[in-house]
């Protein structure tokens, strides 16, 4: 089913929070650092958020707020990303990245944190590793929302059409290396304006976040690497043919799903949302006309509100 645009429900703050603290939990296999946005009641369900290809958990601040009063919210840096380390078996496509979801919901289930299978959000590449636990451990997933997903497209966007040539060995090796030469603020300035419809939405408040972690991150020998490996299994995906292949494993997920596109989204297609209910087998779809790539960033009121009326 697809939905027109919700009406506007009451703005965010123009005075945005500050990003939610950080932890880091060393699980069995692997070390990852989250972001913990507390239920403001009890016993409400868990909430687990995943960033994409070169994000963090600060994609989701303004949302873990919107969603307080329904969730118990958790956004996680996947492995190589924000503050956590590579995984140890260097596994960083969108099945590898799942797997640590999985530990990670052992770990909070077992520290008393996680109440049941939780409601899974991703955006982008995270869409397409919450994808991956939703079909392969439907005991974990209460609800699904994807958010820009990247998923396999008959067509590539101009702005997506580099991505194929940065995955290429050797290449994408020197092109992000020449990339990260480049001063930090014009950095995310640079992917503000790729991921936003209206970049002037972006408040001081976050852009100094995003460029105090990027220059951190960056200090990491292992930045370059994780963002190609992560790249090239995303990739992987999307010449698939067998079995695993994302579409297939969409029509293995049974419980509720959100798909939210921007219109003016320029990495993923917003035409693909007619394809969502045709392997998804209990999804709704809503466009959002004036928004890009992270919707959950741009249009926060938005999402809750769409979240809300589907899922919550």
Same mark, same amino acid.
């Given at each position: 089913? /697809?939905?027109?645009?919700?009406?506007?429900?009451?703005?965010?703050?123009?005075?945005?929070?500050?990003?939610?603290?950080?932890?880091?939990?060393?699980?069995?296999?692997? +070390?990852? /650092?989250?972001?913990?946005?507390?239920?403001?009641?009890?016993?409400?369900? +868990?909430?687990?958020? %995943?960033?994409?290809?070169?994000?963090?958990?600060?994609?989701?601040?303004?949302?873990?707020?919107?969603?307080?009063?329904?969730?118990?919210?958790?956004?996680?840096?996947?492995?190589?990303?924000?503050?956590?380390?590579?995984?140890?078996?260097?596994?960083?496509?969108?099945?590898?990245?799942?797997?640590?979801?999985?530990?990670?919901?052992?770990?909070?289930? /077992?520290?008393?944190?996680?109440?049941?299978?939780?409601?899974?959000?991703?955006?982008?590449?995270?869409?397409? %590793?919450?994808?991956?636990?939703?079909?392969?451990?439907?005991?974990?997933? $209460?609800?699904?929302?994807?958010?820009?997903?990247?998923?396999?497209?008959?067509?590539?966007?101009?702005?997506?059409?580099?991505?194929?040539?940065?995955?290429?060995?050797?290449?994408?090796?020197?092109?992000?290396?020449? =990339?990260?030469?480049?001063?930090?603020?014009? $950095?995310?300035?640079?992917?503000?304006?790729? /991921?936003?419809?209206?970049?002037?939405?972006?408040?001081?408040?976050?852009?100094?976040?995003?460029?105090?972690?990027?220059?951190?991150?960056?200090?990491?020998?292992?930045? +370059?690497?994780?963002?190609?490996?992560?790249?090239?299994?995303?990739? $992987? +995906?999307?010449?698939?043919?067998?079995?695993?292949?994302?579409?297939?494993?969409?029509?293995? %997920?049974?419980?509720?799903?959100?798909?939210?596109?921007?219109?003016?989204?320029?990495?993923?297609?917003?035409?693909?949302?007619?394809?969502?209910?045709?392997?998804?087998?209990?999804?709704?779809?809503?466009?959002?006309?004036?928004?890009?790539?992270?919707?959950?960033?741009?249009?926060?009121? =938005?999402?809750?509100?769409?979240?809300?009326? =589907?899922?919550?």
């Amino acid at each position: 089913m /697809t939905s027109p645009v919700l009406s506007d429900p009451s703005a965010s703050s123009s005075d945005p929070l500050p990003a939610w603290p950080r932890e880091e939990l060393r699980l069995d296999h692997r +070390t990852l /650092t989250v972001r913990h946005a507390p239920g403001k009641s009890p016993d409400l369900p +868990t909430a687990l958020y %995943v960033h994409g290809l070169g994000g963090s958990s600060l994609n989701w601040t303004d949302l873990m707020h919107d969603l307080q009063p329904q969730v118990d919210g958790w956004a996680v840096d996947l492995g190589g990303f924000g503050y956590s380390p590579p995984p140890r078996d260097g596994d960083m496509s969108p099945s590898g990245h799942a797997r640590s979801l999985v530990d990670l919901l052992r770990h909070l289930e /077992t520290l008393g944190e996680s109440r049941g299978p939780v409601h899974l959000f991703g955006n982008s590449m995270g869409g397409a %590793v919450a994808l991956q636990l939703a079909a392969r451990r439907p005991d974990l997933v $209460r609800s699904l929302t994807l958010i820009s997903p990247a998923l396999p497209s008959l067509s590539l966007t101009k702005s997506s059409a580099h991505l194929p040539v940065i995955a290429v060995p050797g290449i994408g090796e020197r092109l992000v290396a020449k =990339f990260m030469e480049t001063d930090v603020h014009t $950095r995310v300035r640079g992917t503000i304006d790729v /991921t936003f419809a209206d970049p002037s939405r972006v408040s001081p408040v976050r852009l100094a976040e995003s460029a105090e972690l990027i220059a951190e991150h960056d200090r990491f020998p292992y930045a +370059t690497d994780a963002f190609l490996r992560s790249l090239r299994g995303l990739l $992987r +995906t999307y010449a698939d043919v067998g079995p695993q292949r994302p579409w297939k494993l969409a029509e293995r %997920v049974t419980c509720p799903t959100l798909v939210i596109y921007g219109r003016k989204d320029p990495l993923v297609d917003s035409r693909s949302a007619h394809r969502v209910t045709k392997y998804f087998k209990n999804a709704h779809v809503v466009v959002l006309p004036d928004s890009g790539h992270v919707a959950q960033m741009e249009h926060p009121e =938005f999402v809750a509100a769409a979240w809300e009326r =589907f899922i919550g």
